[in-house]
């Protein structure tokens, strides 16, 4: 089968290697469509402590059921399937405490085992025992499901925040994330939706993704904006789903008493240090959130959003054959695409 190696920082190898073997309690499965994420594209450009080279990468897999382990009962051989890629122990004080996105032992596809960027892979049996695979109906397309990984981790920071009817929420950064922030802050109630980019091309993309009012806030200063869009309030709810501090301080000078501010997107680790007004955070009584991994649970959530079409899928803008993934991370970065999915099975 073909499989996509990343070999070191940018560099990958499409190699020939064999079908892996079917886990007697596991699945393999044949991929459909694997999503290109911003972790992915960091992965590859900077690098990251998680991996080990060489690594197949992908963690948003959805595809068919190509073979069923020997011990394995519920599943058959082109049964369509999602996977929550993210397995946890059970057993740590997180796992334990109900808080499995945290576990100390977590393994993820594509970091831990190999990943989707590849022709087949495998669902190993503690994903099946934990209940981390969906089965996707027969008529359903699988491409847009690759989509409920980014959806649960949405989902989950949107229930901390408790995103609420006729709230203000601004989300800095219009990646797919930002999109999908947009689309589930509008299925909360939330009547006005201000997204802000730096980027102006990246921005134009996404109007039809829930967001209400748009600020290219390289050109225009995002906190008065706010300010006059909220009669000078401020706004209910800030995510920054950006790898940037500034609008950390932004957050904090644009949200109304008792606002809440969500760090969505980490920080570059050489540079991790943001510095917002600590007496605006004390006088405003505000709640800062840190966003980051989803359960099980959440997962599910994302799935059901996407199988009673709740979600404009729209914001998947470009479907590559998996040896262009250095094109695909290249379009992402200069904000030509939105999301990216790859697909092994696909001709040049
Ligand atoms: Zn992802
Ligand atoms: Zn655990």
């Known amino acids: 089968m073909k ?7 940018a560099q990958v ?19 459909d469509s694997v999503g290109l994420c911003g972790s992915d594209v960091r992965t590859y450009s900077v690098g990251s402590a998680k991996i080990n080279y060489p690594v197949i990468l992908g963690h948003e897999n959805a595809g068919y059921v190509e073979k069923v382990g020997k011990n394995v009962t519920g599943w058959k051989v082109g049964d369509k399937v999602v996977a929550n890629p993210a397995i946890p122990c059970g057993k740590c004080y997180y796992c334990v405490n109900k808080m499995p996105g945290l576990c100390d032992n977590i393994q993820v596809a594509g970091t831990s085992f190999p990943g989707g960027f590849a022709q087949y892979m495998v669902f190993p049996g503690d994903m099946l025992s934990r209940g981390q695979i969906i089965k996707v109906p027969d008529d359903a397309d699988l491409e847009p499901m690759i989509l409920a990984e980014l959806l649960a981790s949405v989902v989950k920071a949107q229930d901390d925040l ?15 994330i930002g999109c999908l922030h947009a689309q589930i802050a509008r299925l909360h109630g939330a009547t006005k939706i201000i997204m802000a980019e730096l980027n102006k091309e990246r921005l134009d993309k996404c109007h039809e993704f829930g967001g209400t009012h748009f600020i290219v806030s390289s050109q225009e200063d995002l906190v008065q904006r706010v300010m006059e869009i909220t009669d000078g309030r401020g706004a209910d709810v800030c995510i920054v789903a950006c790898p940037s501090a500034k609008p950390h301080q932004q957050g904090v000078e644009l949200l109304r008493k008792e606002g809440r501010l969500c760090l969505f997107g980490g920080l570059p680790k050489d540079n991790p240090w943001t510095t917002m007004d600590g007496n605006l955070i004390h006088y405003k009584r505000l709640r800062i959130f840190g966003a980051y991994s989803y359960s099980a649970a959440d997962f599910a959530k994302g799935y059901e959003l996407l199988a009673a079409g709740r979600i404009d899928t729209r914001i998947i803008t470009h479907t590559l054959p998996l040896e262009k993934m250095p094109e695909g991370v290249r379009m992402i970065q200069q904000g030509e695409a939105i999301k990216v999915v790859l697909k092994p099975w696909m001709e040049e």
């Open 3 to 9: 499989a996509l190696y990343l070999t070191g920082k």
């Open 13 to 31: 190898e499409m190699r020939d290697i064999p079908v892996p073997e079917c886990p007697d309690d596991g699945l393999l499965i044949k991929i």
């Open 162 to 176: 408790k995103v609420g009817m006729g709230e203000t929420v601004v989300i800095v950064g219009s990646g797919p």
